[in-house]
Each structure stands twice: as C-alpha cells, then as structure tokens.
C-alpha cells in the first residue's frame, strides 16, 4: 500500500471531526475544544462506547481546557450517525470537565455516574433509567428527533467515511494493466471477530457485499495488518 494513504486519512479525518466539534461547541456553552488524533491501527472501534475515542488525554492549549480524541478510519466508516453519538457522548464528558464534576470513577474510569446521565441529557443523549454492569449510564443513544438536528454534520461525516473509503480502495488498486487487480482484505462488524475475506477492487466495486450474520456491509480493511494485531486491544 503506498504510504501516502494513512496521511490522506488522517487529514481528512481529522478536518471532518473538527468541524463537527466546532458545531457542538456553537450549540453547547462549555463544551471544551478537542485535538483530534487518529491511531496508526485502522481497526473499527464503535463510536457509540465510550473507549472508541477516548484517550484520557488532557491540556492546556492557548489557554484553553482540550480534550483529546482519537478517530481512526475504521471507526469513522461505521457511518456518520453513530460517529455524531460518539462526538456528543464526549462533548458531556467536555462538559463535566469544564464544570468540574465527577462523572466517571472505577479504576478504568468507565463506570459512567448519574451525573454524567444527565450532561449526556443536556447534550440530546437519551441516558438509561438503570445503570448498567461496568458502565453505568454510559450508552446514551442519540434519538431520532435528536439526529434530525445534526442532519447536515453527518451527512458531512457520512460523505468524509465516503471520501477515505475510496482512497483506501485506490490505495490497493492495481497499477494499469493488471490482469486481475490486488486483492484486499474486507471484513463485516461480526462480534468478537468480524468476518473477513480477500477481494479485488474490481470485484468490491460491483456492489455491496452483506455479512449473512452481522447483516453488515463489508468494507476494506484498510491496513489489514495493523488492525488484526490490536484485534482485541480494547473493549
Ligand atoms: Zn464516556
Ligand atoms: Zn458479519
């Protein structure tokens, strides 16, 4: 894979999620400003759990309380609605920061507090009645009505998925003349272990290919090896 294509992403990604962020702090008085980093490993992570895009990292920047955040492409091509969840669950974590409220503790600090509950409600998360096992109130879904208003962020997220998708897929194209066209790996978002098959682009451009199981879109791995050695890195 030529190695311009993790820095096209990076950029890309990067940009994306900042604009995003940008909104949410129009819309949201004390939400902190983030620094976005993407991780060398491309694996999807689902941006709705907490873990997907934290990295606990904290500073000063200008003078400013910043978060950081990590996105990678992966997770980013789960599709701009569950990535806008993501953003949002992390904005009331912003804002329990900002406020200096304590809304998360256990020794891996995942254990999401009522408290956070209800910043998670300021934000337009629907949080659980009940707490659940490890967590807490850490799933807060992003509802329908709620979705409508961040309609053009993601479909901007949604295109930005577009974007790297298909630099992935040109990154693995064959140089002209080819005969058959390098094959790349393209894996479904079965769980422990998505499914994972060998194409070529050829045939990865005909249409899209379902996971009969997760009933999921296959898409490219990306860098395939990266990803499958942090399979299992986190939760
Ligand atoms: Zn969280
Ligand atoms: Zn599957």
Request: charged share 25%; with cysteine; glycine share 12%.
């Given at each position: 894979m030529p190695p311009t294509a993790p820095v096209v992403h990076g950029a890309v990604i990067i940009s994306a999620i900042e604009t995003a962020w940008r909104e949410i702090r129009r819309r949201f008085d004390g939400v902190p400003d983030i620094c976005v980093t993407t991780p060398p490993t491309t694996g999807a992570q689902d941006p709705t759990k907490c873990t997907a895009?934290?990295?606990?990292?904290?500073?000063?920047?200008?003078?400013?309380?910043?978060?950081?955040?990590?996105?990678?492409?992966?997770?980013?091509?789960?599709?701009?609605?569950?990535?806008?969840?993501?953003?949002?669950?992390?904005?009331?974590?912003?804002?329990?920061?900002?406020?200096?409220?304590?809304?998360?503790?256990?020794?891996?600090?995942?254990?999401?507090?009522?408290?956070?509950?209800?910043?998670?409600?300021?934000?337009?998360?629907?949080?659980?009645?009940?707490?659940?096992?490890?967590?807490?109130?850490?799933?807060?879904?992003?509802?329908?009505?709620?979705?409508?208003?961040?309609?053009?962020?993601?479909?901007?997220?949604?295109?930005?998925?577009?974007?790297?998708?298909?630099?992935t897929i040109q990154a693995v194209a064959p140089p002209r003349g080819g005969r058959s066209g390098s094959r790349f790996a393209i894996v479904c978002e079965c769980t422990p272990v998505?499914?994972?098959?060998?194409?070529?682009?050829?045939?990865?451009?005909?249409?899209?290919?379902l996971c009969g199981l997760c009933l999921a879109k296959f898409r490219p791995a990306d860098s395939v090896v990266l990803s499958a050695q942090a399979a299992g890195e986190d939760l």
């Open positions: 895009l934290r990295t606990g990292r904290r500073f000063e920047r200008y003078g400013h309380l910043t978060m950081q955040l990590q996105v990678s492409s992966g997770t980013l091509g789960l599709g701009g609605r569950p990535m806008m969840e993501g953003l949002l669950h992390h904005a009331a974590h912003g804002l329990a920061l900002t406020r200096r409220i304590v809304d998360v503790s256990g020794g891996d600090r995942r254990w999401h507090n009522k408290k956070y509950g209800s910043l998670a409600r300021e934000v337009g998360l629907v949080p659980p009645a009940r707490a659940a096992k490890v967590i807490g109130r850490g799933r807060c879904p992003l509802p329908d009505s709620e979705a409508e208003k961040w309609a053009e962020v993601i479909a901007a997220l949604d295109a930005t998925a577009a974007v790297q998708l298909k630099a998505p499914r994972r098959q060998q194409v070529t682009p050829h045939f990865y451009e005909q249409g899209p290919l």
